[in-house]
């Protein structure tokens, strides 16, 4: 059975597919997604070591490398690889770049491209290359209001509850999650190391439900 094929689609400003999506013609082997935390480190007089303190989150960036051969055909390999440099130029509507979903099987990432960096290893007889690789950087997109809706579906999911007499992380979980046999997720989020000492009136967080 074939790989299915990794796309890249643009979209509109309202999160639409526009226009044709870029198709690989060789799947990565591999791809890497990284997230990092803004922090700021501040000094306190009379302590040895600095306060670390969180300012904001940094996104995600999901970074591969896709290769693209065109010698059999005898064809400029730039015919393939500018539709993907292409995603860097400005969008006249948008007035920036396009927003894009890099889509590969049950992987969408919703981007825009940060940085593509393009190596020809084959040319023909005129010059022309047939042969490239680009490594290509995309960095997560969310919309001001896609970001408060999730913070607001997390939060709405966390709840809190007071174990009643006779009450157990068993029963909880049943009543909870439909399934006493997740009680281990309330004994994680609340430092529970004996779940069936759990005192009445103790209020516990009770946290999304595992998939």
Same mark, same amino acid.
């Given at each position: 059975?074939?790989?299915?094929k ?79 440099t292409?995603?860097?130029d ?35 007889d ?5 042969r ?9 997109? @969310?919309?001001? /209001?896609?970001?408060?809706? @999730? ?6 999911? /966390? ?19 439909g ?22 009136? @103790?209020?516990?967080?009770i ?5």
């Amino acid at each position: 059975m074939a790989l299915e094929k990794a796309l890249i689609q643009p979209l509109d400003y309202e999160g639409n597919p526009k226009g044709e999506a870029v198709k690989v013609l060789f799947n990565p082997t591999e791809y890497a997604i990284d997230k990092s935390n803004q922090l700021q480190s501040t000094v306190i007089p009379g302590l040895p070591t600095p306060v670390t303190q969180f300012i904001g989150g940094g996104g995600q960036t999901l970074s591969m490398e896709l290769f693209f051969d065109t010698y059999e055909q005898g064809v400029d390999v730039r015919q393939h690889t500018g539709k993907v440099t292409g995603l860097m130029d400005m969008n006249p509507d948008l007035h920036a770049p396009p927003v894009c979903m890099v889509i590969w099987g049950k992987m969408q990432f919703k981007a825009v491209v940060e940085r593509v960096g393009q190596r020809f290893t084959m040319f023909l007889d005129s010059g022309i290359p047939v042969r490239a690789t680009l490594s290509v950087t995309f960095r997560e997109y @969310r919309t001001i /209001t896609e970001q408060q809706q @999730r913070t607001t579906n997390q939060a709405d999911q /966390t709840k809190q509850v007071t174990v009643k007499r006779g009450e157990t992380l068993w029963s909880i979980s049943g009543r909870i999650y439909g399934d006493p046999g997740k009680w281990r997720t309330i004994a994680r989020a609340n430092g529970i190391a004996d779940p069936r000492k759990v005192p009445a009136g @103790r209020t516990l967080i009770i946290p999304p439900q595992e998939a």
